[in-house]
């Protein structure tokens, strides 16, 4: 068990989780506390617009792994905004989770929401599931991943993957230095990573995919935003319309 020292604050309507340092490592509107509040959130979502018809059956993603809890904002939305998702999470600090079910409205464990207090890395290692969408998120006190940002974690994460399987993992900490994370996630996908824009806070958020290339216009992009903004009030136009300026997709297309 860690003693990292955890800290909430609030501000502007926000509640924030810390751990004992300025960092911010969740957050939550608390008359939106579904909302995800945080831009690099609402980014590590974007696997949502690689499939056609996510929305539609058989609906994907099925079967969800998020790796580190915080404010437990990204499990919340999986959790009320994808009600055909078995979410399972995984913690290594249970004081974490009991701060975010306390403070930040994270759901009891039920028939579709497990939390499992474990270290990320032998959970990966040990897990006989398979998932749609994996999440990594996890970091200490200090901003830092550890071994959640390793080949061979990469590695585990690609052979607990559906054939439909995407990853997203936030790189944040590593914003100014991201392409040796990158590059070590490539080659745990045999070289099909990317990493989107930087967001304004400074968080780089990159996916990898397993199963069939995906290949997605900017214009097929746009239009599955703007359905899952209909359906989840999620509205990823403005990742959409960045990666268009940044010029980021050769041809218009993203390809993964």
């Known amino acids: 068990m860690t003693s990292t020292p955890i800290d909430i604050s609030e501000e502007s309507g926000v509640r924030y989780l810390h751990f004992g340092s300025e960092w911010v490592q969740g957050a939550m509107r608390i008359r939106r506390p579904v909302d995800l509040e945080l ?10 617009l690689m499939h056609e018809g996510w929305n539609a059956g058989p609906a994907w993603p099925a079967r969800i792994l998020l790796v580190g809890l915080g404010a437990g904002s990204l499990t919340k939305f999986c959790y009320w905004k994808l009600p055909h998702a078995q979410v399972t999470v995984v913690e290594i600090n249970p004081a974490v989770w009991a701060m975010a079910r306390q403070y930040f409205k994270l759901p009891p464990d039920d028939a579709r929401l497990h939390v499992e207090i474990a270290d990320g890395v032998e959970f990966m290692r040990q897990d006989a599931g398979i998932y749609d969408y994996i999440l990594v998120d996890g970091y200490d006190k ?3 991943v550890g071994l959640l940002d390793s080949e061979p974690f990469y590695q585990s994460c690609r052979e607990r993957l559906s054939e439909r ?14 392409e040796p994370s990158l590059k ?4 745990a996908f045999e ?10 806070s400074g968080n780089v958020v990159a996916f990898a995919a397993k199963g069939d290339p995906i290949e997605a216009s900017i214009a097929d ?11 989840t009030g999620l509205d990823l136009r403005p990742t959409v319309t960045r990666l268009e300026q940044a010029n980021t997709l050769p041809g ?5």
């Open 184 to 187: 070590r996630l490539g080659n």
């Open 252 to 256: 218009g297309v993203l390809k993964l």
């Open 191 to 200: 070289h099909r990573a990317m990493a989107f824009p930087s967001c304004d």
């Open 221 to 231: 992009l746009r239009m599955r935003a703007t359905a899952l903004k209909a359906a």
């Open 142 to 144: 200090n901003a830092k």
């Open 39 to 48: 831009a690099y959130t609402r980014e590590m979502m974007a696997g949502l």
């Open 165 to 178: 399987g995407i990853l997203s993992a936030n790189m944040f900490g590593r914003s100014r230095k991201y």
